[in-house]
């Protein structure tokens, strides 16, 4: 008996099921080339080398495309910010993918363009008189970088110690005058330039040999020989602190003075995130200036997003132009260009008068600055606690 028609349909269905996307698993359409769900090209298992570097050039250059215009356009005040919310989103690339970008790549050529190892460094009082580590006019011996560390100083004073120490020890009958004068000749030699350096961190009235580490609400007085002789995990044992904050606080500042440059490093790192936290913070402030205007948080977030990203993006040229050229000087009319920028950027995004754009551009300055004080701080501390 022949099947009625409803019969032979299922058979055909049950014959020639409907293939499925390798991808997102759901039904392919009988005609067309890719997934009406998910849009992935119908596959069979093979891939060539052709279609390899097909899709690869198409991303790259599509990628290309959208950075080159994003930082074109992020030099025009609030441009991608009213691109992106007149519905141009494909233009551009995400607003958290590019800023962590051009965070990193400031904070790089930041890292590799300045020293960061002169913002732990102090002038040292010589018998020349006071002498800047890092200026052009300090003498050869000063310039190295190794001899510049507080640590390798506070190294040389205890070496120096211990060698009076040895001298003082010797049988009388070794002890002469001529063996004195020449030690005290080659410590002075050596030593000589660094003895004021220590000596100027220590108070009048106390130990030669300790040092004072004042680290927030508390102060240690360490000795110079255990901060060069022992590890900060020592040092605790040896001082006999239990509780976990004095541990803690005692640790990273003897780990700061011993390495200061991994302590920079760390902050470095953690830049973005404190800048992302700034970001947060001000967009409220930017919600209350311009509540009238009944806008989403999330436009002032965005707002700020690209607003940073086109600065560090400029930062970032500046800051190789000055390796090469340093602008000395010059560096606080980079920061009034920034700040200039900033009341461009308010101004043609909210379209206020310039009286009241100028009004809030003055306390939104002044907010930032205070916002960006407390989260350094902050920041610092979370960083000095897991250094």
């Given amino acids: 008996m022949d099947n009625t028609p409803t019969e032979q349909h299922d058979t055909l269905l049950t014959e020639n099921p409907r293939e499925l996307c390798t991808n997102c698993g759901k039904k392919m359409a009988k005609k067309g080339k890719y997934c009406p769900h998910c849009g992935q090209e119908r596959f069979d298992g093979r891939v060539t080398f052709r ?109 120096g110690r211990e060698i009076l120490g040895a001298y003082d020890s010797l049988p009388a009958s070794q002890r002469s005058p001529a063996l004195k004068v020449s030690l005290d000749s080659i410590l002075q030699k050596t030593n000589g330039r660094w003895v004021s350096r220590i000596d100027s961190m220590l108070k009048e009235g106390k130990s030669k040999d300790t040092i004072d580490l004042p680290l927030i609400n508390r102060q240690f007085r360490i000795a110079v020989k255990d901060i060069v002789e022992h590890t900060p995990d020592e040092i605790t044992e040896i001082y006999g602190f239990k509780d976990w904050s004095s541990k803690i606080l005692l640790k990273q500042g003897i780990r700061s003075i011993q390495d200061p440059s991994d302590l920079v490093s760390a902050y470095i790192g953690s830049f973005s995130w404190t800048i992302l936290a700034l970001i947060f913070v001000m967009s409220f402030c930017l919600s209350l200036f311009y509540w009238p205007q009944k806008r989403y948080f999330v436009e002032h977030f965005v ?83 897991i250094f």
């Fill in 303 to 385: 707002l700020l997003m690209h607003l940073h990203s086109g600065v560090f993006l400029m930062l970032t040229f500046i800051l190789v132009f000055n390796y090469f050229l340093p602008l000395k000087e010059y560096w606080g009319i980079v920061m009034g260009g920034v700040s200039i920028f900033a009341l461009l950027t308010m101004k043609w995004y909210y379209g206020q008068n310039w009286f009241w754009t100028g009004f809030k551009w003055f306390w939104f300055l002044l907010f930032y600055m205070l916002g960006f004080a407390i989260l350094f701080v902050i920041g610092l501390l979370v960083v000095f606690t």
């Fill in 51 to 159: 279609d390899l570097s097909k899709k690869f050039l198409q991303k790259l250059t599509n990628l290309d495309n959208k950075m080159l215009r994003m930082m074109w356009h992020l030099l025009i005040p609030a441009r991608v910010t009213k691109d992106y919310f007149s519905g141009k989103i494909k233009q551009y690339p995400h607003p958290f993918q590019f800023f962590f970008v051009v965070t990193f790549f400031c904070v790089l050529v930041f890292s590799k363009t300045v020293d960061t190892s002169s913002i732990i460094q102090i002038n040292v009082n010589t018998n020349e008189g006071e002498v800047n580590l890092k200026s052009a006019d300090a003498p050869q011996q000063f310039k190295d970088q190794k001899n510049s560390n507080l640590f390798f100083q506070m190294e040389r004073y205890v070496f």
